[in-house]
């Protein structure tokens, strides 16, 4: 039953595989997402086995609410990184939980939008969203996201390109169930790797273990070595002082904090919803299902953002649907949410296990990049599949317009030098102090680095003047609403698609045609088990036919 399945292709009932298979293939998720999950809280200072263990469960949620449908994972969102940055921008502890009650929030701004879906329609939202606004959105959620695997491939491109190498390998020429573990196989001869090379000849340079003691050829982290054998094997995921609940209970409340959180941190929920469309409009192609009618877009709203409110008032990242899982289905083709839902579980597990979870952060940069450089060019080529399926005309210059902006504005705003679109909000007045000497009656100010910005001689005639102080106010924005790349890209086409005329796509009259494929591709065990079963029973019957023939004749 498990081989047939294989060979078949597409997978849509694990359980046919056998258990082995099927806890193999939700390592390979947990392993997908692991290494962006983990990089929220360390950039933000968050909790690393709260973010495992609420994106765990905020997966289950997910799933619960969308009728186990959707093989989406929920990891650590990007989109809310200005937010957090905004409220403690040095990751402070008693800032943090202010910032993750302010995504709380935002989180429940999904359910608002579900609510309008569930009473007037998923067709007067979708119309906003056709395939030449989703198609470029999800190839320019990967072509935004190839900068981080890049980065992470330099820093040792041999091992990366070993682990791109198996993956490729596994998935063109593999067999069973090599072909649909490409990532973890990818992760694992990778890591083997990494480990030959440290123990042949590594040398400690910059807080990494380098071979041959050369900073282009990195491996693992001393830091993270050392975690391993420090970490506990047992441990409580977050602790009550850093969650957002905590804010309520301490009796020293920051009102006006609490309000700047809120306003500052809500709005970026409309880019992450627009990216949430995206992302199940990419598993939806992926999979041959139309989940956005299916069990419903409302349904998917309300399991992420239930799923980042819950995260965030314990003290975890936002949630998001996970692309790098949306790469695994591509490659693995195997699309029952089981293997997904088994990959949150071992998530939760690890989670209460310090130790565990230091040997899965241990993984090596390089890996890392390898196996992203992979998992994010596969998101862009779903979102090109998306296009060529749906027939887009580029023969229509509106097409062409609404596309090339989106993908512009998304990868350009990314790759600049401003990396986001700021809005300033409103004006506040701060005090703020300067450092300065005087020189011939004149002031001049340091430099954030406490040098002065002098000319030579005026610098020279200084000598050793005294550093004075002066606090002066200054008028700042009262806050900075901060757009990604996607965020902008994603706005200005849906504005474009509404206002351009020659609309060319009808989201209703397009379900019918999507139905009918998702039951072409998908298998159905019981109905071909009894075709089989009758075409059995015809051709025994016409063998004892014949045989009943030949003795009549023999007679």
């Known amino acids: 039953m498990g081989q047939s399945s294989l060979k078949d292709g597409a997978v849509y009932d694990a359980k046919t595989l056998g258990a082995g298979r099927v806890i193999v293939l939700g390592f390979q998720h947990m392993f997908a997402m692991f290494g962006s999950t983990v990089l929220v809280p360390a950039l933000t200072g968050l909790s690393v086995s709260a973010t495992l263990l609420f994106a765990g469960l905020g997966t289950i949620l997910f799933h619960l609410i969308s009728k186990r449908k959707v093989p989406a994972f929920l990891g650590s969102s990007f989109a809310f990184l200005a937010g957090y940055f905004a409220i403690a921008p040095n990751g402070e502890k008693e800032l943090l939980p202010y910032a993750c009650f302010g995504v709380a929030v935002a989180g429940l701004v999904y359910l608002i939008l579900a609510g309008l879906i ?47 190498i198996i993956i490729v390998i596994c998935n063109i020429w593999g067999k069973g169930m090599v072909k649909i573990t490409p990532i973890l196989l990818g992760v694992l001869g990778a890591c083997a790797l990494c480990i030959i090379l440290t123990l042949a000849g590594s040398q400690p340079v910059d807080g990494y273990y380098c071979f041959m003691g050369d900073p282009n050829f990195q491996l693992f982290s001393v830091a993270s070595i050392e975690n391993i054998k420090t970490a506990s094997w047992i441990g409580s995921p977050f602790m009550f002082r850093d969650t957002a609940i905590s804010i309520f209970t301490g009796g020293n409340i920051n009102t006006s904090l609490l309000i700047t959180s809120i306003i ?26 139309n989940f956005i009618q299916d069990p419903g877009l409302h349904r998917t709203l309300i399991g992420d953002g239930l799923a980042t409110t819950l995260a965030s008032l314990f003290g975890a990242p936002a949630n998001t649907t996970y692309g790098e899982n949306t790469g695994v289905l591509t490659l693995s083709k195997v699309y029952d949410p089981l293997v997904v839902e088994l990959a949150a579980f071992f998530a939760m597990f690890f989670s209460v296990s310090p130790k565990l979870a230091a040997c899965i952060s241990a993984i090596p940069t390089p890996v890392v990049g390898g196996i992203s450089l992979v998992l994010y060019g596969m998101i862009s080529a779903v979102g090109v599949r998306n296009i060529v399926e749906n027939k887009v005309d580029f023969g229509k210059a509106r097409n062409v317009i609404i596309a090339a902006i989106i993908l512009v504005l998304s990868i350009g705003v990314t790759y600049s030098s401003l990396t986001a679109i700021k809005i300033p909000v409103g004006k506040k007045i701060v005090e703020q102090t300067s450092q300065y000497i005087e020189v011939d009656n004149s002031r001049y100010y340091l430099n954030a680095d406490s040098t002065v910005g002098l000319p030579a001689d005026i610098l020279a005639s200084a000598g050793n003047a005294e550093i004075k102080e002066e606090t002066v106010q200054v008028e700042e924005p009262l806050l900075v609403i901060s757009l990604s790349g996607l965020a902008v890209g994603s706005l200005v086409g849906i504005i ?4 351009l005329p020659g609309k060319d796509y009808d989201f209703a009259s397009n379900q019918t045609a999507t139905q009918s494929k998702a039951e072409m591709i998908k298998p159905e065990p019981a109905k071909q088990q009894s075709s089989l079963s009758k075409s059995s029973n015809n051709n025994s019957n016409k063998n004892s036919n014949k045989n009943s023939n030949k003795k009549k004749k023999k007679k």
Not at 496 to 499: E, G, K, R, T
């Open 264 to 289: 500052t941190i809500v709005p970026i929920s409309l880019a992450t919803i627009v990216e949430h469309i995206g992302d199940v409009s990419a598993i939806s192609s992926t999979v041959g299902s």
């Open 496 to 499: 474009l698609n509404a206002v």
């Open 118 to 164: 569930k009473a007037f329609g998923v067709n007067r939202v979708m119309k906003f969203f056709p395939p030449i606004v989703t198609g470029p959105i999800i190839i320019a959620i990967g072509l935004c996201l190839s900068g981080t695997a890049i980065n992470s491939c330099s820093t040792n491109w041999g091992v990366a390109i070993v682990a791109i």
